[in-house]
């Protein structure tokens, strides 16, 4: 079956425009995560929904940076404002949901930002 | 800060060889820990993971050692191939957190 996507693959801007970064998780998963990935740095937790709502926004860097999920499905991460040091691989990931412990996460191949 | 502390950055064994990468955590509320691949271009995808009722977990030729009075778990990948070659990422949670807290990775390479 059909993985996480995400759209675009690559994606260069200039400093202070806004950015929109989408992903299509695995269908009938409710649980959604974006984390973003610096070179040489581990994968940082961005924020996490579960349906519709975002019950844990703590990872997010900085008020540029917003989330919204709709239908219970596809997912937008928006940075406004762009600054050089957003430049990473943003990563998508989904799962069953719930609160189970070993709740397996799938990750979308990510979207390289470039902010010249 | 780091949650988890991965070690080496970088690894190099010849095809054959048992890497080995290890990682170590403080949060003893950790009760879930997934080891990820990933190959360039592409998103970390689960290797294996343990839970911490058990020292060792085995799937083909990854092994998973968990000590868990010295709070460190480690990756042994057996019989190493060059299509073993990626990056691998250590990672753990609690069980009621939703976010899964990263090592920095370990970039292998096996030689041929």
């Known amino acids: 079956g059909a993985g996480v996507s995400q759209s675009p693959s690559n994606k260069v801007t200039e400093k202070g425009k806004d950015v929109e970064l989408r992903c299509d998780p695995i269908s009938g998963h409710t649980a959604l995560y974006w984390y973003r990935q610096s070179l040489g740095q581990g994968l940082e937790f961005l924020i996490y929904?579960?349906?519709?709502?975002?019950?844990?926004k703590s990872g997010l860097p900085s008020d540029r940076f917003s989330a919204e999920r709709t239908g219970g499905s596809v997912s937008t991460l928006t940075i406004q404002r762009t600054q050089q040091e957003d430049s990473a691989v943003y990563l998508c990931a989904s799962s069953l949901g719930g609160f189970l412990g070993t709740d397996t996460q799938y990750f979308g191949p990510g979207t390289r930002l470039t902010v010249l | 800060q780091q949650q988890v502390k991965q070690s080496p950055q970088s690894l190099i064994v010849q095809k054959g060889g048992i890497p080995i990468i290890n990682c170590a955590y403080e949060?003893?509320?950790?009760?879930?820990f997934p080891w990820y691949q990933q190959f360039p271009g592409k998103g970390p995808a689960l290797l294996i993971a343990?839970?911490?009722?058990?020292s060792e977990k085995k799937e083909g030729r990854f092994t998973i050692s968990f000590n868990k009075s010295a709070k460190q778990f480690s990756l042994h990948i057996m019989d190493s191939q060059p299509g073993d070659s990626a990056t691998y990422f250590c990672?753990?949670?609690?069980?009621?957190?939703?976010?899964?807290?990263f090592g920095k990775g370990t970039s292998l390479l096996v030689t041929p």
């Open positions: 343990i839970r911490p009722d058990v």
């Open positions: 949060n003893t509320a950790f009760d879930y």
């Open positions: 990672a753990a949670k609690s069980r009621s957190g939703y976010a899964l807290n």
């Open positions: 929904f579960q349906g519709n709502s975002a019950p844990d």
